[in-house]
């Protein structure tokens, strides 16, 4: 179980700060050590008795973490919602990152109330442990909540970061180029900063591109010793000659790059994901039907390209992917290719038989994907109750933390279809709708529309900031920009939580 692996960590980890410092005691520790072995046996409900009882006499902040987490991955209702917020927010008193983690999570995972907000969001920005990671997590949640005041945060990121350590203000670039604030961007990071590594440079690129500054990328580029492979450069430099009117030769440079026989498939990978935010949309479906083809590349290239292109919240542009790969030779019987096809074909209102849905499910029970596809075929042909069987009741149980945010809106859809009003209102309070398509926040609102659930400022929320639909891949670097070298999407707010919750299991 996930939180298995936190458990045993619990068990030596130091408690630190004014409020609950120490080492916990034996009887913790082995009420602990009960949790995790409890939990390896899938005994949830003896698990969660023994982290509630070393919760009751413990001292440090060790037990409330485990219960947290615990959970936390539990199917999460209203009452569930409410008993975390408190346990975080007694976390928080620890002084160390511990406690500055415990406020960011608990707002990432939008399990504090609205009205609460402001002031978990001011104890994060003075909380002695916090990170320039958590401010760039604050700064994002602030503007998914003060959408008019967005400029105006983005401004205030900026004056924060001046001064700051290079690797803090490649952060502050990365967050402000996802939202399209090149401008703001463009003076966090130097030329002679940029050069220092892959990664700054990538962040640097992704500014000029963002302004169209072909002639500056050119002029980096013919630098000696730059912290880039040949492939990369040749496709970087090919975009920049496209920019500058030399179509014919920047496209031959960009299929170099996209064909050169001596990268490797990972690296093979890496330039198709930046190909996928050239905002070149022919160039870029010819390279990949060839690529598609190629047995050791063709799976990371679709992986690579995926957060890319989900940047356009076009369902349109997910489904066009997985078709091409569902028919390729090398991709077209993977389970999980199948699954995004049909999946992205419901979303968009085409029918799927459920009986071939079910066959793929049980052909790979422990996979979460081919499960909840199936589920949403079965609410497509008006069975909600099975689909709700299927997600709740089949063993193993769903664990909501690892789930995507398109899978949490399926699980969502299915209890509102169902009478589980409350339960579906307390996830859709905590879905990021900024990681799900226009159509697939539209399906959701659909279902709670029926339902009568739907709330003003939960219709506003689905599509905030969306904008008019585009087809073919144009959208991917036009709207969100992108990151150059290390995959788009890096510092979404559903993976920083990731990399905050999940370092342990």
């Not at 700064?139 to 970061?161: S, T």
């Not at 030329?191 to 690129?205: M, Q």
């Not at 496209?251 to 905002?279: H, I, M, N, W, Y």
């Not at 066959?359 to 949403?376: D, K, S």
Request: with cysteine; proline share 4%.
């Amino acid at each position: 179980m996930v939180f298995a692996a936190m458990l045993a960590a619990t068990c030596v980890v130091e408690g630190q700060g004014a409020a609950g410092s120490g080492v916990p005691s034996e009887a913790v520790v082995e009420q602990l050590k009960l949790a995790g072995e409890l939990a390896a046996k899938q005994d949830v409900a003896g698990a969660e008795k023994a982290l509630r009882a070393a919760a009751g006499i413990d001292t440090t902040f060790s037990s409330k973490r485990a219960l947290a987490d615990f959970l936390m991955n539990r199917p999460m209702t209203v009452e569930l919602a409410a008993e975390v917020e408190r346990l975080l927010g007694d976390l928080s008193e620890d002084q160390t990152r511990a406690g500055a983690e415990a406020l960011t999570v608990g707002m990432m995972r939008r399990l504090i109330p609205p009205a609460k907000l402001d002031g978990w969001m001011g104890k994060l920005r003075s909380h002695p442990g916090v990170t320039p990671l958590m401010l760039v997590a604050a700064d994002r949640i602030e503007m998914g909540m003060k959408p008019g005041e967005r400029a105006e945060i983005a401004a205030r990121v900026v004056k924060r970061l001046e001064g700051a350590a290079v690797g803090d203000r490649e952060d502050g670039v990365r967050m402000l180029t996802e939202m399209g604030e090149f401008k703001l961007a463009r003076s966090l990071l130097s030329r002679e900063e940029a050069v220092l590594d892959e990664g700054k440079l990538g962040a640097w690129s992704a500014v000029r591109i963002g302004l169209e500054e072909w002639g500056e990328i050119l002029e980096v580029l013919s630098m000696p010793g730059l912290p880039v492979s040949e492939s990369m450069g040749k496709l970087l430099k090919g975009r920049a000659l496209i920019g500058m009117g030399k179509g014919e030769e920047g496209r031959a440079l960009c299929r170099e790059a996209c064909r050169d026989g001596k990268v490797t498939p990972a690296e093979r990978a890496t330039l198709f994901a930046l190909l996928a935010s050239l905002r070149e949309p022919a160039m870029f479906e010819e390279e990949l039907k060839l690529v598609l083809g190629d047995a050791e590349a063709a799976g990371l290239v679709i992986k690579a390209v995926v957060p890319v292109l989900r940047r356009s919240r076009d369902a349109r542009v997910m489904h066009h992917l997985y078709e091409l790969a569902a028919g390729s030779a090398v991709m077209g019987k993977d389970m999980e290719v199948q699954a995004k096809h049909s999946y992205y074909r419901m979303i968009l209102g085409m029918p799927e038989k459920s009986g071939q849905l079910e066959e793929r499910m049980n052909a790979v029970p422990l996979e979460t994907l081919p499960r909840v596809t199936y589920a949403l075929g079965l609410l497509q042909e008006g069975k909600g109750e099975q689909a709700l069987r299927e997600l709740q009741g089949r063993k193993p149980p769903l664990d909501q933390s690892r789930l995507e945010p398109s899978q949490v809106a399926v699980l969502a859809g299915v209890l509102a279809a169902t009478g589980n009003g409350q339960d579906a209102a307390a996830l859709v309070g905590r879905l990021p709708f900024a990681a799900l398509t226009v159509q697939e926040a539209e399906w959701l609102g659909g279902q709670l529309d029926k339902a009568g659930l739907l709330k003003k400022e939960v219709a506003a929320g689905a599509v905030a900031g969306a904008g008019p639909v585009a087809t073919g891949w144009q959208r991917s670097l036009a709207r969100y920009g992108f990151d150059l070298l290390l995959v788009a999407g890096a510092y979404a707010l559903w993976v920083i939580w990731q990399k905050f919750i999940r370092k342990s299991a």
